[in-house]
């Protein structure tokens, strides 16, 4: 009896503090949240969470956008980016991995180093050699310099994730496979893709998070501004008069949060799945 009251009191502790921890981490989201809902000189009054009256004119307000331009158009152009660029990482990641975990070549381990070093480098270092090719390209000012970087795989963290993943795969599955009659493209679409899914929907929602949030390249490749994202269309909110209407910022960063938000919960249980069997051989 005792031996299970500590336990349960070890495992009520242990929940207080991970609510604790959760709550403390999730404070900035909340108080942006009901931050929407005051005017700009109560955001700046004092600490109070609570707004004094719930009022929807900032986002009303902040959906207005700027440059003659509203959110509906922003949130449009940043799935139009978002979307292609993250099936078409996927599949040539897909791809890729197959062919360094499953194949023998020459010049295999020279090349997978390649991979592993340019997953080294920071990206102040590719952005202009990055953009010297897509400016000769002529295909500056469009999303497809995101698409074309997709396209040829040049992301290798998916890469090497989904090599560490297929490793982890017997390779009785493809000899079975083979004595059946499937071939190399087979093996992959009919036997490890549909164990990949783990992994896959992790790299997925890797990709989605980073080029959704992603502010440093979108203002380096896109210029006009009827193809910017939301992110850039929230900076642009910032310097876009004298007085910043803070509290519409807030609504707006709110609206923006909320996709991101929603698809984590929807994807956790794939997204803690691929990260805790990736790496692990059978």
């Known amino acids: 009896m005792r031996i299970m009251s500590k336990k349960v009191f070890g495992n009520v502790f242990s929940y207080a503090i991970l609510i604790i921890i959760g709550v403390i981490m999730c ?4 108080w942006m949240f009901f931050a929407s809902f005051k005017t700009n000189s109560e955001i700046f009054a004092g600490v109070r969470l609570l707004p004094q009256s719930f009022s929807f004119e900032a986002f009303r307000y902040g959906w207005r956008g700027v440059g003659g331009n509203t959110y509906s158009k922003f949130f449009t152009n940043s799935f139009l980016l978002v979307a292609p660029t993250t099936i078409l990482t996927v ?7 197959y062919g360094f975990a499953r194949f023998e070549f020459r010049g295999k381990k020279i090349l997978f180093t390649i991979l592993l070093g340019t997953l080294m480098l920071p990206n102040a270092i590719l952005i202009i050699p990055r953009y010297t090719i897509f400016r000769d390209l002529n295909v500056i000012d469009s999303y497809y310099p995101f698409y074309l970087m997709a396209a040829f795989a040049c992301y290798p963290f998916f890469t090497y994730m989904l090599v560490q993943f297929i490793r982890g795969l017997p390779r009785d599955l493809d000899e079975a496979a083979y004595i059946d009659g499937c071939g190399s493209f087979g093996i992959l679409v009919r036997i490890l893709l549909p164990l990949l899914k783990p992994a896959l929907f992790s790299a997925g929602l890797f990709q989605f998070l980073w ?14 501004i009827k193809k910017y994202t939301v992110s850039l269309a929230l900076r642009m909110t910032m310097d876009s008069e004298a007085t910043t209407a803070w509290n519409s910022i807030m609504a707006m ?30």
């Not at 404070?27 to 909340?30: F, R």
């Not at 599949?91 to 991995?97: C, F, G, K």
Request: aromatic residues 18%.
């Open 211 to 224: 080029t959704y949030n992603d502010y440093f390249n979108s203002l380096i490749y896109i210029s006009s």
């Open 91 to 97: 599949i040539t990641s897909a791809l890729v991995a």
């Open 27 to 30: 404070y900035p989201l909340i």
């Open 253 to 282: 960063s709110c609206l923006v949060v909320l996709p991101v938000v929603i698809l984590f919960f929807f994807c956790q249980k794939y997204f803690v799945e691929g990260i805790a069997t990736t790496g692990l051989k059978g």
